[in-house]
């Protein structure tokens, strides 16, 4: 099998690793790549939010499967475009990406179909944002309705800092705080059946603690020890089916990931957000796990034919990923600094180094080009494990100014995470 990739961060590198386990996989393309990918695959440059260009670029190299990573080509129609040729791609139509594209559709899927979600109000007027900010209180959640890669959501006790993040916005979405630890839940999807994968749990916030600013994501952890042994039943039945059910029967399927980000409180989950595609980093331990190949899963779910594959199969390791991000990130990183010790880093037993922001410079020198650089992920018997091993690999590489979380899956591994009790009935 042939396969192309779309996509240039750190999820796409892994993918690009786990095509390349996969003894089905005859050959691996990306576009647009970074340093790593650069190593691992052919890499071809085009403009990936450009169905046409992506669709050609795909018949050119008879591709069988093309994998498309980020958020931005598949609103775009990408997924339409390559599909239009015939080939088999993985990743949803610009109709059903609106999942992720607009908050504001979210929630009116969600209500369509049942689906537990914290109390929105779509506001247009700066009336309208002052009268939800009051009627949820503190702390407030105010979201961007449309795509701004994680960081167009400010949640904070602040309500000057809540409205002027609405007034920047144009269309925003106010909602109820949801209290409890957050989830990420992949989903292979063909539009009819559903195949999880094993629950993540990412780290949003820039520094430890959680405390900073929201990022794309800084660190991530699976599997989540602390869960409910039927969570994933349990949101399945009560999310994901109802989702893709509710997608289908508008006539627009969703193809691809599902991604359902969730939060465990007291009441149960409620979901925080859809996204249409894998989670960075939160996929990456979780590949990081994958024991079977992801090539004919992914082709599988791109021709409608998932119900007839046999299912992933899991390592009951654990595996942490830790992101080293530049310095500045995510208000204005800096790019251009040298990377060094990243051989040492992969050299170390259970180590991967996935590149994110990362290109060869004209020396043929790999040097930081985005906010993101890297990830390294780790294995291990359990978390601490995992973590140590992480962060060893992390402490072999050096970027002037980069930074890091240090308590990624920490609280786990000290069994410090817990599901909030439900409110006594009494
Ligand atoms: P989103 O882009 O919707 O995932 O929001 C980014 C992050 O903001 C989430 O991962 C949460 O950490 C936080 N967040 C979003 N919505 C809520 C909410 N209703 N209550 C609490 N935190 C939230
Ligand atoms: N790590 C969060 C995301 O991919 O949206």
Redesign the pocket.
């Known amino acids: 099998m042939r396969t192309l990739v779309i996509g240039s961060g750190g999820r796409e590198h892994a993918i690009v690793r786990r095509l390349l386990h996969d003894p089905d996989v005859t050959e691996v393309h990306a576009a647009p790549g970074n340093a790593g990918m650069a190593a691992d695959a052919t890499i071809h440059q085009v403009d990936i939010n450009r169905g046409s260009a992506v669709a050609d670029l795909a018949a050119r190299i008879a591709a069988d499967l093309v994998v498309i990573g980020p958020e931005a080509p598949l609103v775009h129609g990408v997924a339409d475009a390559v599909r239009a040729r015939e080939i088999p791609c993985f990743g949803p139509s610009a109709q059903a990406a609106r999942l992720e594209g607009s908050?504001a559709f979210a929630k009116e899927v969600m209500a369509a179909a049942g689906v537990p979600t914290?109390m929105?109000v779509v506001c247009d007027t700066v009336d309208q944002v002052e009268a939800a900010l009051d009627r949820f209180g503190a702390?407030y959640?105010v979201?961007d309705d449309g795509l701004?890669a994680?960081k167009?959501?400010v949640?904070t006790r602040d309500r000057t800092i809540a409205l002027a993040h609405a007034k920047s916005c144009g269309t925003v979405v106010i909602?109820?705080?949801?209290?409890g630890p957050?989830v990420s839940l992949f989903c292979v999807t063909d539009g009819e059946s559903v195949v999880p994968f094993p629950p993540a749990q990412?780290f949003?916030?820039a520094h430890d603690g959680d405390a900073g600013p929201?990022t794309g994501g800084m660190g991530a952890y699976s599997p989540l020890p602390w869960l409910p042994d039927d969570f994933v039943d349990d949101v399945l039945a009560r999310v994901v089916v109802p989702t893709i059910d509710e997608m289908r029967s508008r006539g627009t399927p969703f193809v691809g990931a599902l991604y359902t980000?969730l939060?465990v409180t007291a009441r149960g989950v409620?979901v925080?957000?859809f996204?249409a595609r894998f989670g960075d980093p939160d996929i990456q331990p979780v590949f990081a796990r994958l024991r079977s190949g992801l090539g004919g899963l992914l082709l599988a779910a791109a021709t409608g034919r998932l119900a007839e594959h046999p299912g992933p199969h899991w390592d009951p390791a654990a595996a942490v990923s830790v992101v080293l991000a530049a310095p500045g990130y995510p208000e204005a990183p800096r790019t251009g600094d040298p990377l060094t010790g990243l051989d040492a880093a992969a050299e170390l037993p259970g180590v991967d180094v996935l590149h994110a922001g990362t290109r060869l410079d004209s020396g043929g020198s790999i040097v930081s080009s985005g906010g993101r650089v890297l990830s390294v992920t780790a294995l291990g018997a359990d978390l601490d494990a995992a973590r140590d091993a992480a962060y060893a690999g992390l402490t072999r590489i050096s970027l002037d100014g980069g930074h890091h979380r240090t308590d990624i899956a920490l609280a786990a591994a000290r069994g410090e995470v817990t599901v909030p009790a439900p409110p006594d009935p009494s």
């Open positions: 908050k914290a929105a702390p959640v979201k701004a994680g167009g959501v949640v909602e109820e705080y949801l209290d957050e990412d949003k916030r929201n980000g939060a409620r925080v957000e996204n």
